[in-house]
């Protein structure tokens, strides 16, 4: 959106601003820009964190006491398939694409993305498919009875998903929501790949492109891989339910750890496609606020090549206790562990690019430390659950739910929010407001600690995930309390942002081209960015062209190579 | 935009990057590969595991003739983007009108081995694991085929009507991309099911 | 004999009643449960090393290097470092050391627990997972039981441990009973196997730790170690078939109001007409502490309910309402309550 200045209307005329007001939605509904294509991803995905952050707690409600009557167990069952589908796939996914969307072609001195009508098409396909999810609850018994929403967990094993243990359509919903969401995910990502590779401005080559760039373009590839498998597999499953193909029949001789598979071929690099954005955000928010570049950018470059690569061939650590065989849980495990070098390469970067520097603590930067103490102990639990024999007493508990909503909430959140107030300025041309930035951490970090590391604790106590209510002798009770008050600290806290974001748009301070005193390209254009985003095709000779600007006595071009 | 930093210095040499549409066209093509390699998996797990039901050297015989056909069809889409990167645009269409006959040529031999086995061997998708695999391995590919042949049918069409130029010949290229990768499914069908898996 | 019968329920019951049975992992009772706990340990010690030295040198470098708002070179950026091979080569090579150390460390349990040898002694018991009951058979006893696992404590001198082969007839389920071992999932149409051996007798808890359905949270398990006197009396009473000549006249008219309904197609009742599958062996369910997998104690009164509407106990179960009026309820409770 340029820069407009509101246009005075007179009272009477009703009619101009209700085409105006058409004219503003139209333009919304046809663009191709990737700005705004862009922020449209963003507030669906923000639309839908609110609403499945409300389903966790109705879930959090019904298991703060034993034996709750909160919810049905059929409706906690749907409950918590939904909360799952709906972050990962209706939350996830595309806030990443639509931060990647609004800041590749700006960061890569492009005016747009290499495919503009595609991605448009992306956008609204995945949107669709969104609806289509939440139509489920329409379905069925009626909304009290929670419908028709699918209730065969965020990963539909088979068996459980044929036609027989899975009458009715809630299976169906999920998996024509997710191949519509998939089908757009691979839209979007051949365009990130296209851009990257073929419309770099002049003297960006590959190793001066900034980190967020490769980050996207190694996350994208990973794409291709990942979601294809699972575009199979559903079309596997479709086959069976109404065809009366026999993949994952048992009773025909079919096999239900093929599904198993499949799924997490698919899903083990889905929680890496959802990461690395995320190591992308910090590589471009540490520096600016440590002002220093980032450490070893070869070694980062390689590092995520590294994990986008191995993080292909570990899938089956989510399947150590289905009988893989001891040489078969031996490889994945080794598999597994090995991840952790690269990751722990980009932890040791980070702080090193914090050492020597001169760290402000604003908001953005608040949220990016944060997130650096969560995901070292969320990769650190990760290893944990990479030791087989302690998987077997660890895996499918609370312990594994702990464990990646560490990663989702207190690595990947944290840093989407760190995101939000850092390029907010870019996008809006206004500041959010710095004193809600700060209740919106501090009750969040409180909340977060609250829910996450207690639940760390009923899963070591044999609490396995997905039950509706558990026994009252089994000493679990205090501590889903303490887990389910956190989730409300939470909540509060997500309000108070989504309350900064639209207020701020309205009477935020204007923020300048450049409010962080940052060295990418998006700074160099005004806030926000024209239509055409550079008027004259920018032409760079180092990673940071603004650094270089500002600093023409010791540009970086004197030190890299 | 005045608030801006131009940054604007002359440009050291010649920046040439790929082009846009076969850069996208290999994406699009990984992503497809790795379809096809799930059911590929699928069909290789399920390779002697049915329960009942007729097996793969009972009833199935090699389909030489579609595949000289389809793969022949390469050689033509390759002409045909040769030929218009020449500008001679009636050679160009022949060669597609070639390529989009051998593609059909392919489909029918399908269909009637299809109809063999339904009718004649009582083998469907829902018979047993062999069936299944096979339907839905064979059946993605000639999706895959009819896909391809409606775009070419396309490109007929505006090359017959006059309209395709030197120009467009990174278009046709890019769409010759995609037909060459249908073909080397093939391949990879054919000896899976017709040579490893019999 | 009977009084050995009724202190052995006794014994249970006071175990039941008590709450008695952890199910933390760091509780360990058995050679599989004992050994996951050691390298858990290891681990624990390893990876909490590893966060504070990271989180201690964060911290430091966050407080060290904040920036001051006033000083002598307050606007000036800090010396700008790209990189060093050294260091970057430091914390590549340690990481890959300590992996290597935590890689052989569960290689080597992986193996003693998978491809542990096998004694003799062993006894076998057949777990088949069902939406949402467990049932258990003895193929060397013939013995068919359902919910309560019994099998005898193992002496380290000589050992019996128990061999569970387990598969599913229907959806995923899986087997955890954390002090006794890591969890092994129940899967269609595959067969895995897992084995226990606890040493002191008792009762251990767990439940289904793989989402199979409606149900799935109440789908629990216990499972008794009894001393080899004890075993071998439950064995005993197992191996009957069901009690026939009733003193009780309720039961009596009980068990043809069971024969008479559709009952039978579901369960079965040794040595009776009663021969289904579908649902839990009933041969010996008064012999049970609970009932519905666990989720409610063997009373009459449970009894009586969940015959009435088994979903009052357990909403989902695959088991429908019966329709009985009050009288036949009454005289079925009277006749499943005598099955001892």
């Known amino acids: 959106m340029a820069t407009q200045t509101p246009i005075a209307i007179s009272k009477g005329d009703t009619a101009l601003s209700r085409r105006l007001f058409f004219d503003a939605v139209q333009d919304w509904l046809t663009t191709v820009d990737h700005k705004k294509i862009g922020i449209m991803y963003i507030v669906y995905a923000l639309l839908f964190l609110v609403v499945g952050g409300f389903e966790a707690l109705l879930i959090r409600i019904q298991l703060a006491i034993p034996n709750n009557t909160f919810v049905s167990p059929q409706a906690f069952n749907r409950l918590f398939t939904m909360h799952g589908t709906t972050m990962v796939f209706f939350v996830g996914m595309p806030i990443l694409f639509g931060f990647g969307n609004y800041l590749i072609p700006l960061m890569i001195g492009a005016r747009d993305m290499a495919f503009p009508r595609l991605n448009s098409f992306s956008f609204w396909i995945s949107a669709f498919g969104g609806v289509l999810l939440y139509f489920s609850y329409l379905g069925g018994d009626g909304l009290y009875g929670a419908g028709s929403a699918p209730d065969v967990g965020w990963f539909a094993y088979a068996p459980l998903t044929a036609r027989i243990f899975s009458p009715g359509h809630s299976t169906d919903y999920w998996t024509l929501a997710l191949l519509l969401s998939g089908v757009g995910s691979i839209g979007t990502a051949l365009n990130i790949v296209a851009t990257i590779i073929c419309m770099r401005c002049p003297g960006m080559r590959l190793n001066r492109m900034p980190l967020l760039p490769w980050l996207y373009l190694v996350t994208s590839v990973m794409v291709f891989v990942a979601v294809s498998p699972l575009t199979a597999a559903q079309i596997m499953l479709m086959l069976d339910r109404y065809v009366g193909s026999h993949f994952f029949d048992t009773q025909a001789g079919g096999s239900a750890v093929l599904w198993m598979h499949f799924f997490w071929i698919f899903g083990h690099p889905e929680v890496y496609i959802l990461v690395l954005p995320a190591f992308a955000f910090a590589n471009e928010i540490i520096p600016v606020f440590s002002r220093k570049a980032i450490f070893g950018y070869p070694a980062m470059v390689a590092a995520s090549v590294g994990i986008g690569f191995i993080s292909l061939s570990v899938w089956a650590h989510h399947m150590f206790t289905v009988g893989l065989g001891p040489y078969g849980n031996t490889f994945f495990a080794f598999a597994t562990m090995i991840i952790a070098v690269p990751t722990g390469i980009k932890i040791f970067n980070w702080l090193a690019t914090l050492w020597g ?14 997130f650096l103490f969560q995901f070292l102990i969320a990769g650190l639990t990760g290893i944990m659950l990479s030791i087989v024999p302690f998987d077997w007493q660890l895996g499918n508990s609370y312990f594994v739910v702990a464990h990646f909503h560490y990663v989702l909430v207190g690595a990947i959140l944290y840093m989407i929010f760190s995101a939000f107030y850092f390029w907010y300025p870019k996008m809006t041309g206004r500041m959010l407001n710095v004193a809600l930035g700060k209740w919106h951490f501090w009750l969040f970090l409180i909340g977060f600690h609250l829910t996450f590391d207690f639940m760390h604790i009923p899963g070591i106590l044999g609490m396995p995930r997905r039950i509706y209510t558990y026994e009252a002798d089994r000493g679990w009770g205090t501590l889903n309390m303490i887990v389910s008050i956190g989730a409300i600290f939470q909540a509060v806290a997500t309000l108070i942002f989504v309350y900064n ?41 180092s990673r940071r062209p603004l650094w270089d600007l500002k600093h023409p006595e010791d540009p970086d071009s004197n030190y890299e190579e | 935009m005045n608030e801006s930093v131009v940054i604007h210095q002359p440009t050291t040499g010649e920046w040439k990057l790929p082009s846009r549409g076969v850069v996208g066209m290999a994406c699009l093509i990984v992503a497809e590969a790795a379809i096809f390699i799930i059911f590929v998996v699928a069909y290789v797990f399920y390779i002697g595991k049915s329960i009942a039901g007729p097996k793969p050297h009972d009833v199935l015989e090699l389909p030489i003739v579609s595949t000289i056909c389809l793969l022949s069809s390469s050689i033509t889409v390759h ?9 001679k645009r009636s050679l160009c269409s022949i060669w597609l009108a070639l390529t989009v006959l051998l593609g059909g040529i392919f489909l029918a031999g399908t269909a009637q ?11 469907t998708i829902q018979t047993n694991l062999f069936g299944t695999t096979f339907y839905s391995l064979v059946g993605l590919h000639a999706s895959h085929v009819i896909v391809g042949l409606l775009m070419l049918s396309l490109a007929l069409l505006f090359s017959l009507r006059g309209q395709m130029t030197v120009k467009h010949t990174e278009r046709l290229e890019v769409l010759s991309l995609y037909w060459h990768f249908v073909d080397a499914v093939w391949v990879v069908v054919f000896l899976v099911v017709y040579v490893f898996g019999r | 004999m009977f009084a050995c019968q009724i202190s052995l329920s006794v014994a249970s019951a006071v175990q039941s009643v008590s709450g008695q049975g952890s199910t933390s992992i760091f509780a360990p009772h058995g050679t599989p449960a004992q050994s996951i706990f050691g390298l858990s340990m290891l681990v624990l010690g390893i990876v909490t090393a590893i966060f504070l030295v990271v989180a201690g040198l964060l911290t430091y470098a966050l407080l060290r290097y904040r920036a001051r708002p006033t000083g002598a070179d307050a606007t000036q950026e800090p010396p700008q470092i790209y990189g060093s091979n050294q260091i970057e080569l430091s914390w590549t090579v340690i990481p890959v050391l300590i992996v290597v150390i935590l890689f052989l460390a569960t290689t080597r349990v992986i193996f003693s627990t998978e491809k542990a040898q096998r004694p003799t002694a062993a006894l076998d018991v057949t ?17 068919v039981a359902a919910n309560e696992l019994h099998i005898p404590i193992s002496d380290p001198n000589h050992p019996t441990p128990t061999y569970l082969t387990m598969t599913s007839a229907d959806t995923d389920h899986s087997f955890w009973v954390p002090v006794l071992a890591g969890k092994m999932d129940l899967i269609p149409n595959k067969i895995n196997t897992m084995w ?16 199979c359905g409606t149900q799935h949270a109440k789908m629990l398990l216990r499972v008794y170690a009894d001393t080899p006197a004890q075993f071998a009396l439950w064995v005993a009473s197992q191996q009957k ?23 039978i197609s579901c369960h079965t009742v040794a040595g009776t007409v009663a021969t289904g599958r579908f649902g839990p062996d009933l041969t010996h369910v008064g012999s049970r502490d609970t009932i519905a997998s666990g989720a409610v104690p063997n009373t009459p009164a449970n009894i009586r309910t969940f015959v009435d509407d088994p979903a009052h106990f357990k909403p989902g179960a695959l088991m429908p309402p019966m329709h009985l009026n009050d009288h036949d309820l009454d005289l079925v409770t009277a006749y499943l309550t005598s099955l001892k």
Not at chain 2, 79 to 87: D, E, I, T, Y
Not at chain 3, 130 to 142: S, V
């Open chain 3, 127 to 143: 777990v088949i997972g069902h939406q949402f009951w467990w049932e258990y058979r003895y193929p060397k006893l013939g013995i």
């Open chain 2, 113 to 123: 081995e299809w109809y063999q086995l339904i009718y004649h061997d009582g083998l």
């Open chain 3, 196 to 211: 226990v051996d606890p040493q002191a007798s008792g009762l251990y808890l767990g439940q289904c730790a793989q989402y």
């Open chain 1, 501 to 541: 974001l639209v207020s701020s748009y309205f009477k935020g301070e204007v923020a300048g081209a450049d409010p962080w005193d940052a060295w990418t390209l998006e700074w160099s254009t005004t806030s926000p960015p024209p239509g055409y985003n550079f008027a004259i095709t920018p032409t760079v000779e």
């Open chain 2, 79 to 87: 002409f045909a983007v040769s030929a218009l990167h020449h500008g």
């Open chain 3, 241 to 263: 078939p069901a009690v026939t000549g009733f003193s009780n006249s309720d039961a009596a008219a009980g068990e043809a109001v069971f024969q008479h309904n559709a009952c």
């Open chain 1, 357 to 370: 520097g001169k760290i402000q603590f604003t908001v953005p930067m608040m949220f990016a430390v944060a």
